[in-house]
C-alpha cells in the first residue's frame, strides 16, 4: 500500500493551493484519512480529519480557510487550502487508516509535500 501526495508549491500570502493524495495497492477499505503537516523545529500536528462517511474535523488554525474532501471511488483525499499565511508553511502528509485485502489494518503515510507561503 503506498499513498502519494502532491500539490504543494510556494504562493503568495492569501493565495490558495490543493493538496491531493491517493492510496494504491491492496486495499479493501479506507477508514479515515487526513492531512498533517510539520513545520520545521516542529512537532509533526493535525490538519484536518475525514471519516469515510465525510465527517470532517479540523485544528482550530485551519477552521474556515480550509476543506478537507474525499473520493472513495478513487481513494483520494484532498485539501482545498484558502488564504493561506505565512505560518502556514510547512510540510504536508496525508495519512489513512487502511484495511488491506490481508484484513491487515494501520496508518500509512504519504510522503511529505512541501508548502511554502511567502509573505
Known amino acids: 500500500v503506498q499513498l502519494q501526495a502532491f500539490g504543494g508549491g510556494l504562493v503568495q500570502t492569501g493565495g490558495s493551493l490543493r493538496l491531493s493524495c491517493a492510496a494504491s495497492?491492496?486495499?479493501?477499505?479506507?477508514?479515515?484519512m487526513g492531512w498533517y503537516r510539520q513545520a520545521p523545529g516542529k512537532e509533526r500536528e493535525l490538519v484536518a480529519l475525514i471519516t469515510r462517511t465525510g465527517n470532517t474535523n479540523y485544528a482550530d488554525s485551519a477552521k474556515g480557510r480550509f476543506t478537507i474532501s474525499r473520493d472513495n471511488a478513487k481513494n483520494a483525499v484532498y485539501l482545498q487550502m484558502n488564504s493561506l499565511k505565512p505560518e502556514d508553511t510547512a510540510a504536508y502528509y496525508c495519512?489513512?487508516?487502511?484495511?488491506?485485502?490481508?484484513?491487515?489494518?494501520?496508518?500509512?503515510w504519504g510522503q511529505g509535500t512541501l508548502v511554502t507561503v511567502s509573505s
Open positions: 495497492g491492496s486495499i479493501f477499505s479506507i477508514n479515515a
Open positions: 495519512s489513512a487508516n487502511i484495511l488491506t485485502r490481508w484484513n491487515t489494518a494501520r496508518d500509512y
